[in-house]
């Protein structure tokens, strides 16, 4: 499957942003999919996970409440609203697609990864 995040930018602290995962090449339906962000110096970290029929989501402490997982397979995209962004929420963000039906959370589940979308936020 081929994966093409889009929606980041430039955003003022309080501010918010929807990233965009479009998939594509094979039954989007049956991934997990998930987000991930690496700021530099740093290693790439969870932020959200959606499972295949989006009864079931996750998300890392840092961002609860905050930010919401969701997707429309009719549409095969996965989005992440993010609101109330931080300048510790700046990075390069990730989608990431694992085929099965549970939530998977660590950058060693998935399979399949897109090329990432940056996010900024100014203080």
């Known amino acids: 499957v081929q994966l093409q995040a889009s929606g980041g930018g430039l955003v003022q602290a309080g501010g918010s942003l929807r990233l965009s995962c479009a998939a594509s090449?094979?039954?989007?339906?049956?991934?997990?999919m998930g987000w991930f962000r690496q700021a530099p110096g740093k290693e790439r970290e969870f932020v959200a996970a959606?499972?295949?029929?989006?009864?079931?989501?996750n998300y890392a402490d840092s961002v609860k409440g905050r930010f919401t997982i969701s997707r429309d397979n009719a549409k095969e995209t996965v989005y992440l609203q993010m609101n109330n962004l931080k300048p510790e929420d700046a990075a390069v963000y990730y989608c990431?697609?694992?085929?099965?039906?549970?939530?998977?959370?660590?950058?060693?589940?998935?399979?399949?990864w897109g090329q990432g979308t940056q996010v900024t936020v100014s203080s």
């Open positions: 990431a697609a694992k085929s099965g039906t549970f939530l998977y959370t660590k950058v060693s589940d998935y399979n399949y």
């Open positions: 090449g094979d039954t989007f339906s049956s991934y997990g």
């Open positions: 959606i499972t295949w029929i989006a009864n079931y989501a």
